[in-house]
């Protein structure tokens, strides 16, 4: 096995050479602070906001060994892209102590606060579409179906949103994890790249432990992802989809992470939805216990998307979108893309081939959506239904 050798510098902004770059920074009702990047080329009354998932950060959207997405929305006529990074980023500490924070926290406190931040710059007659991620996307969901944020034009969620689905062997993590590695074991959280830390550690064990059971690649980042999330020989992507620079560097991409979030989706999986962590909580008083509960008022089209061979979160977005047709028919959409998993479909080395033309297409079709004025504060899934949902977005 080599020694890990940086090839792209970490946090570079290069991947986006054509765009005048600025930071903005705010703090959450909850004392945070945290921070967006802007990519801005033209004037635009459609601004996107792209969200990253657990673990990794804005780097996934400006990756500059592939045409990534924010370079390739500025390309094709939205010139005003905006990346955040909230409380589950690498690029800010939080994840590096044995914090307590839940999803709730995330869709109570830091995206009305971005999202009144990025008003505050761009206007807010803007329409402001998201594209989400991951535990980014669960948790914008809940902060949009719980009334948290409004004036959303447009969304698309990848992977997962308010239905977490998770292999057998994904339940079985989630529920032994943070009691043997956090309680019994000591550790405030796992580190993708714990192979590059100093000396002996535990991270540093569990990499070992991992590479005895993924003989796929000699890559230890990519062994740790495959044991913090999901089931696969690798969990989170094809190896086939990704430039050889991004495998190799995914200690970087993706960070470390707590161990207080996988509780909170082991809860999900349970209740079969998403459901707040502590209902007797105050600070989160103002959100459902049940994230479904305001489904038929929230007029946002969503379209879910999800990697056909998605080995994170399952078939989790085509139950999403079969329980909200349910409810609202025909305001949703659902895109299962072939061939692809679960990080893939931003980071894969063809996606700008594969996948971003049809956030592009969405997009395009919901410029003219006029959002609500902003204001910030189950139907049984079959592998029949999954098959037909290839097509399940019109045209």
Known sequence: MQPFRREIPLYTLEGVPDADITTHPFSTRDKLGLSMLRFHRAASDDVVLLIHGLTTSSDMFIMPEHYNL?????????????????RMSNRHPYNLQRHRFTMDDIAAFDYPAALKRLRAVVGFGKRVHVI?????????????????VTGIASVIANSVALTPRVPGWSKVKLALSPFLLEQLGGMAYLNAAAAEEGGLSRNKMLVK?????????????????????????????????????????????????????????????????????DPDRPAVRHLPDDYFQHARDIQTPVLFVTGQDNHVFTHSNIVCHERLESITPGRHSLRVLPGYGHQDVFMGKHCDRDVFPHFVSWLERHRGTRPQPPHVPARPHTEHAAMRALVAEPP
Request: proline share 3%; hydrophobic share 40%.
């Open 132 to 148: 989400c991620h991951c535990l980014g996307a669960v948790s914008f969901m809940m902060s949009l179906f719980g009334k948290a």
């Open 209 to 277: 432990l991992s590479g005895l059971f993924h003989r796929e690649c000699e890559v230890p980042a990519c062994h740790m992802l495959s044991l913090m999330w999901g089931t696969g020989f690798p969990a989170l992507y094809h190896h086939e989809n990704l430039h050889p620079v991004t495998h190799e560097r995914g200690g970087d991409l993706y960070g470390a992470t707590g161990f207080h979030y996988y509780r909170h989706v082991r809860k999900m999986v349970r209740a079969g939805g998403a459901v707040k962590y």
């Open 70 to 86: 924010v370079r390739y929305l500025l390309d094709h006529g939205f010139g005003d892209v905006w990346t955040l990074d909230f």
